[in-house]
């Protein structure tokens, strides 16, 4: 209803559509006034925005929130948008912004190419009130840590030593495939062997005629390290007889 000015107003959200809009303004007239309208353009402003992201670490296995903030240029925080992230160039997930403007995403870092910095991609494609932007960050991979087991052994002089390692990686314990590990019994070289596959996933195995004397020794099983797994080895106690 108008106020005793003759004014009327009417409160309201601008919803998306176009840039440039009609307003239209009508009374229907009553008994004491003839009908009347009249007409105005409503222009839509188009919000610039900036995007703010963070840098993340972490050992290959592990998992880290991916996080960007959407704003306007004035610093106000853009709610309820769809945040689109991408890792090394591939998308791997879709948040909405909350309140503060902010978006997430939990991610659990691939073997991939190993460790070393990976692109963090995070993109609002903008929409008819919101203009697009987007924010670059890196993701430092780090190596997993080895864990490696080794089997202790008792044999007779001369006997045949079965030796055995059992290889992992942190986190996650995960059994480590076809990686070369070296068998040293007291510093001494013995054989290098490939960690198996399938049911001996991680299991390195070698069959070793002993030439030590009696008494105790170290058997030791020894990771040289690749881009995936940092470098490490196990020891364990030979007894000879």
Not at 33 to 53: K, N, Q
Request: aromatic residues 12%; contains cysteine.
């Amino acid at each position: 209803e108008t106020n005793p000015a003759g004014r009327a107003d009417l409160p309201w959200i601008i919803s998306p559509g176009p840039a440039t809009r009609s307003i239209l303004a009508e009374f229907p007239g009553d008994a004491a006034y003839e009908p009347s309208d009249a007409r105005a353009i409503l222009t839509a402003m188009t919000h610039a925005t900036r995007m703010v992201g963070i840098d993340r670490e972490g050992p290959i296995g592990s998992s880290r929130i991916l996080r960007a903030w959407l704003y306007r240029l004035d610093g106000t925080p853009v709610p309820n948008k769809q945040i689109w992230f991408a890792v090394d160039g591939t998308w791997v997930g879709i948040d909405l912004t909350t309140p503060t403007g902010r978006a997430q995403w939990g991610y659990v870092i691939p073997p991939g190419a190993g460790s070393g910095p990976r692109p963090i991609h995070a993109e609002w494609f903008g929409d008819d009130g919101y203009l697009p932007s987007y924010c670059a960050n890196i993701l430092n991979v780090l190596k997993m840590s080895p864990y490696i087991w080794v089997h202790p052994r008792t044999v007779p002089l001369g006997g045949l030593v079965r030796l055995y390692a059992y290889f992992r990686a942190l986190p996650g314990y995960v059994k480590q495939e076809n990686k070369l590990v070296s068998f040293l019994i007291d510093g001494t070289w013995v054989a290098d062997v490939f960690t198996g596959t399938g049911s001996d996933a991680g299991i390195a195995r070698h069959p070793y005629m002993a030439v030590e004397p009696v008494g105790p020794h170290t058997i030791r099983c020894e990771f040289a390290g690749d881009p995936w797994v940092d470098a490490g080895f196990g020891e364990a106690t030979l007894n000879i007889y």
